[in-house]
T-cell receptor, first 112, second 115 residues
Framework: EAGVTQSPTHLIKTRGQQATLRCSPI?????VYWYQQALGLGLQFLLW???????NRGNFPPRFSGRQFPNYSSELNVNALELEDSALYLC???????????FGPGTRLTVL | AQKITQTQPGMFVQEKEAVTLDCTYD???????LFWYKQPSSGEMIFLIY??????QNATEGRYSLNFQKARKSANLVISASQLGDSAMYFC????????????FGKGITLSVRP
């Protein structure tokens, strides 16, 4: 069974640009979560999607947004990139909101 | 609000010995779940073990066991018979049951296994 996949593995952008990160959940999982792991700040919850709807978001500005597609894959968009957005972005999926979350390998975003 | 505290500095253990990684948590919600994840240098978060707040017995998964002390609000991870491949960062996390399904993570503990 394939795990959670994320693309791209690495992404380099400059300040002010937009970044798009993609995630495919484990087959059968309907919930997708996004987390940011910045150096020294630990893992911070970003967004939760379930059945195509945004169910919850963390304490991040509106320029962090995303969506979930009918096949349950998800996209995270970060607009107007800032240097401090440089981090590892991890996507996770779960069968339901009450099951354990399984993580993908992450996308490392570097903003220059 | 939920909080996870992991205060141990980097931990070292000899291969084949057992090690305990500490985790304390704080929540006012009576229904919650506690998780441990392992993050090797590759970056991927690997799910290790889960303990529900109403579970009567401590969770075990192979070499991993969770020492759950509800009154003390602690959920320590015990790794038995450490292996070199156990060297990684370990995160304790909590999820409060309900509409808010996010995981709240601690800052993590670095474990190094010595040969």
């Amino acid at each position: 069974e394939a795990g959670v996949t994320q693309s791209p593995t690495h992404l380099i952008k400059t300040r002010g640009q937009q970044a798009t990160l993609r995630c495919s959940p484990i087959s059968g999982h309907t919930s997708v979560y996004w987390y940011q792991q910045a150096l020294g700040l630990g893992l911070q919850f970003l967004l939760w999607y379930d059945e195509g709807e945004e169910r919850n978001r963390g304490n991040f500005p509106p320029r962090f947004s995303g969506r979930q597609f009918p096949n349950y894959s998800s996209e995270l968009n970060v607009n107007a990139l800032e240097l401090e957005d440089s981090a590892l972005y991890l996507c996770a999926s779960s069968w339901t909101a009450y099951n354990e979350q399984f993580f993908g390998p992450g996308t490392r975003l570097t903003v220059l | 609000a939920q909080k996870i505290t992991q205060t141990q500095p980097g931990m070292f253990v000899q291969e084949k010995e057992a090690v305990t990684l500490d985790c304390t948590y704080d929540t006012s919600d009576p229904s919650y779940g506690l998780f441990w994840y392992k993050q090797p240098s590759s970056g991927e978060m690997i799910f290790l073990i889960y303990q529900g707040s109403y579970d009567q017995q401590n969770a075990t998964e192979g070499r991993y066991s969770l020492n759950f002390q509800k009154a003390r609000k602690s959920a320590n991870l015990v790794i038995s018979a450490s292996q070199l491949g156990d060297s990684a960062m370990y995160f304790c996390a909590m999820r409060v049951t309900g509409a808010n399904s996010k995981l709240t993570f601690g800052k993590g503990i670095t474990l190094s296994v010595r040969p």
